[in-house]
């Protein structure tokens, strides 16, 4: 569908234009549709704007200088706070919609780090991983780990959003929920450089959590 103005609007109306065109009625078996919104202001050059809309309603694409600029960039509109789990992309743009904040950990085979999706301004974490350095068995269990993310919601399971494949880098970027507390590693490291114990009803409860997250795994056909 295609979304025109033949009048000047500012920057708050082409907001609500495009905000409409992601909340606007579609039938349950479309998947993604296309558009195109031009906008045009006093003072600035037109701008085209294209894009397409998913199923859970974010819209993205990118907008471009109409006359004789090569100015141009990407946009994104989401619901805020989506819980939404996109299946793996090959669409290196998707890259565009996270920023990466600062480095966490580095390992073998790649590098994660701390990302705000750029649509919401959630915080989250990107594994960032380098597949040429695998071999086949490795490959494997990283594509299980994906498959298994996605298909799992449990609350003490971590959550995953996004995975992205970058063929031409032979890279991976799975997008996940960010634990701001880290993880029961770290707790243990912090506890042996203080000397402290933790508690026994601390570790009951952790080992619970353990295993009615390992339960929900189990529960999944493929395991």
Known sequence: FISTSGRPINWMELDATLMAISQSQVTTQSRRCFFVCRYTARFMA???????????????????VEEGYSQSGHFSISYENSEIRSPPSYDAERLNLYCVLERIANGGFGIVSKVRRVTDGRIMVWKELN???????????????VNILRDIQHQHVVKYFDTIIVREQQKIYIVIEFCSKGDAGAMIDMCKRRKQRLEEKFIWKVLLQILLALQSCHNRDEI
């Open 131 to 145: 597949y040429a350095r695998m071999n086949k068995k490795e490959r494997r269990m990283m594509i299980t780990e």
């Open 46 to 64: 037109p701008r085209k704007f294209t894009g397409s809309r998913s199923k859970d309603m974010s819209i993205s694409g990118k907008w471009l």
